[in-house]
């Protein structure tokens, strides 16, 4: 069973910065692409940043500058270091993966997701 736990939500001012963390674990073979989505209240979820194994990047535009996608390979994880934080960035941030476990083909997986709120 591969679990993806995320961490490091919650509330802060605009202007602030916040890191999320998200750790695979289970019976991993191998993890490839490791992503961050969110979804606002009556919206869609929407892609924030994507990291490849081997470290590419790719960002929605309105996140570019702002925030930073990073990896620990070596401990499964994925980082989102967001600063200047704005209003519009509260959302629940969702964690996602390309896990290939042992005996089995690669799958899709999604965290539980965290809260971010922006307010002053």
């Known amino acids: 069973q591969v679990q993806l736990v995320e961490s490091g939500g919650g509330l802060v001012q605009p202007g602030g910065s916040l890191r999320l963390s998200c750790a695979a674990s289970g019976s991993i073979f191998s993890v490839n692409a490791m992503g961050w989505y969110r979804q606002a209240p009556g919206k869609q979820r929407q892609l924030v940043a994507v990291?490849?194994?081997?470290?590419?990047?790719n960002y929605a535009d309105s996140m570019k500058g702002r925030f930073t996608i990073a990896r620990d390979n070596a401990k499964n994880t994925v980082y989102l270091q967001m600063s200047n934080l704005k209003p519009e960035d509260t959302a629940v941030y969702y964690c996602n993966a390309d896990i290939k476990s042992y005996g089995r083909n690669t799958r899709n997986y999604w965290g539980q997701g965290t809260q971010v709120t922006v307010s002053s």
């Open positions: 990291i490849s194994s081997g470290g590419s990047t």
